[in-house]
């Protein structure tokens, strides 16, 4: 579960997160959606503990920034950052003796196969394109399973497969109880799988809705995101 209490990160005198309040809870996929500069990566960079901020974040219950968090989270940025002189291989057995994993190899394995890696298994992070070093960074944090998993962008630049891939593993990881948090300005990309979407706007969450009270209401995400954002500065 992510718990984010009045969280406010000033960069100089931009607000770019201002008195911001949720939670994502256990088997449960929340979206982030707002427009560029939104503050979407400024929230998703606080509670991955990488920026100080006013407020309170836990993760299951810790300080965001505590190592106890740091264990249950896993965190794929919007651009891949890979080791350039590691092979893929190699980053997932980085990953599984830095979370001191055992009995890795197996699902090492099938996480490579299932982003279609296998033949690029001994290629350098430097030598990938941009949306292998995205499956691989994807890998990288499915391997050690993670309690709460962030996404920020996810889609941007993933071919069909893989999409098609993520968007199953959204699912499996929900019903495992994981709790997802997504942050996309691509309304396309998420319409069919969330549970609860907030709508950010200079710094703020504007709406929030569950995806069955706009089912209920007959309301498209798509028309709610342009009524909030369009015609603001
Ligand atoms: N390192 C920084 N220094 C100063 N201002 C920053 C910094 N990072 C972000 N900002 C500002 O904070 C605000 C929110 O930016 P943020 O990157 O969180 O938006 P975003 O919703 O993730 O946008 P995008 O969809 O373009 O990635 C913007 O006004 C941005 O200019």
Redesign the pocket.
Known sequence: MITVNNVTKK??K?K?NNDLNFTVKDGEIAILL??????????IKCICGLLRFEGTIEINGAPCRSLDAKRQLGYIP?LPALYDMLTIEEHLEFIARAYGLTDWKAKADALIERFELDDKRKKLGKELSKGMQQKVSICCALLFEPKVIIFD?PMVGLDPHAIKELKLIFSELRNQGVSLLI?T?MIDSVEDYWDVAHI?MN?EIRATRRAEELTEADESLEALFFSITEGEA
């Open positions: 960069y100089g931009t770019a707002g427009p560029n500069g939104a503050g979407k990566s400024t929230i919007e962008e942050s300005h950010m710094g």
